[in-house]
Antibody
Framework: EVQLVESGGGLVQPGGSLRLSCAAS????????MHWVRQAPGKGLEYVSA????????YYANSVKGRFTISRDNSKNTLYLQMGSLRAEDMAVYYC??????????????WGQGTMVTVSS | QSVLTQPPSVSGAPGQRVTISCTGS?????????VHWYQQLPGTAPKLLIY???NRPSGVPDRFSGSKSGTSASLAITGLQAEDEADYYC?????????????FGGGTKLTVL
């Protein structure tokens, strides 16, 4: 079964750091670009970051640039999001998603269940 | 304020047809970028519903269809069912000085009456 499972969310103080993980299974992880998308409580989807299949290229939304770092370990089939200088507005459910590449016109065809990040003192 | 504009809510009775619009501009949908649609059932993760403007992934009922024209796209749902009650999001790309940004619509809540 093709699956993405996020972990690492939790409660963190403003200014703190947290690392999210996304474990992939059921497909050749190293062949796909991957993304992080977040959703604040009661709000819509917000794009966060992307990384190419080999990790050589990354992208960040302006709202997280300079504070978040996306990375991947293809030997462990795992995607990461290192979050720093966290703010109240970063509080959200964070989803990892697979880029369907040419098969889906680069739509996000597989999503994880999400992990909640709470930023509060 | 989302780059792609969706109505906050739509509703319809079982069996009816509803449409959800996604309005962009010349820098995103109008520039030729594909539009994708996601369905988010209550308390769950988003799921790909339509990709490449009008294509359905395997397993998505043909009651769901997508179209694109000019700077807008639409999602149509026919034969509305109670299980279709969910939030729906459009997604595309926007051309910026830094390249291409992934953009989402603000989402539309579908209520089945």
């Amino acid at each position: 079964e093709v699956q993405l499972v996020e972990s690492g969310g939790g409660l963190v103080q403003p200014g703190g750091s947290l690392r999210l993980s996304c474990a992939a299974s059921g497909f050749t992880f190293s062949s796909y670009a991957m993304h992080w998308v977040r959703q604040a409580p009661g709000k819509g989807l917000e794009y966060v970051s992307a990384i190419s299949s080999n990790g050589g290229s990354t992208y960040y939304a302006n709202s997280v640039k300079g504070r978040f770092t996306i990375s991947r370990d293809n030997s462990k089939n795992t995607l990461y999001l290192q979050m720093g200088s966290l703010r109240a507005e970063d509080m959200a459910v964070y989803y990892c998603a697979r880029d369907g590449e040419m098969a889906t016109g680069e739509a996000f065809d597989i999503w994880g269940q999400g992990t909640m990040v709470t930023v509060s003192s | 304020q989302s780059v792609l504009t969706q109505p906050p809510s739509v509703s319809g009775a079982p069996g009816q047809r509803v449409t959800i619009s996604c309005t962009g501009s010349s820098s995103n949908i109008g520039a030729g970028y594909d539009v994708h649609w996601y369905q988010q059932l209550p308390g769950t993760a988003p799921k790909l519903l339509i990709y490449g403007n009008s294509n359905r992934p395997s397993g998505v009922p043909d009651r769901f269809s997508g179209s694109k024209s000019g700077t807008s796209a639409s999602l149509a749902i026919t034969g509305l069912q109670a299980e279709d009650e969910a939030d729906y999001y459009c997604q595309s790309y926007d051309s910026s000085l830094s390249g291409e940004d992934v953009v989402f619509g603000g989402g539309t809540k579908l209520t089945v009456l």
